[in-house]
């Protein structure tokens, strides 16, 4: 199965911004296009939780935490994944992780976002 692979996080400010990208370049495009794609976050003592979808025909969904400040996008071509994080809060701290919308792939290592001033 494809194993993800997350880029982008680091520290940042409260307020700020960060792009992270998610590469499934093992997974073949007749897999990937037609995948619902995820992005999740876990915060250490917190279990998983699923923050933003993106649905293969381009629809999106967000957990209410995030709503109206992060982006959840995908370029198929690429077989890419894209989370945009604007107005981070501390809360928002935690390793993140990209997988299908059901969580079957294989779990990659994240990438860990720090929001801190």
């Known amino acids: 199965q494809p194993q993800p692979v997350e880029s982008g996080g680091g520290l940042v400010q409260p307020g700020g911004s960060l792009k992270l990208s998610c590469t499934a370049s093992?997974?073949?495009?007749?897999?990937?296009?037609?995948?619902?794609m995820a992005w999740y976050r876990q915060a250490p003592g917190n279990q998983r939780e699923l923050v933003a979808t993106i649905f293969s025909n381009g629809g999106t969904s967000y957990a209410d935490s995030v709503k109206g400040r992060f982006t959840v996008s995908r370029d198929n071509r690429r077989k890419m994944a894209y989370l945009e994080m604007n107005s981070l809060k501390p809360e928002d701290t935690a390793v993140y992780y990209c997988n299908t919308d059901t969580g079957i792939w294989r779990w990659g290592q994240g990438t860990q976002v720090t929001v801190s001033s």
């Open positions: 093992r997974a073949i495009t007749s897999v990937f296009n037609p995948t619902n």
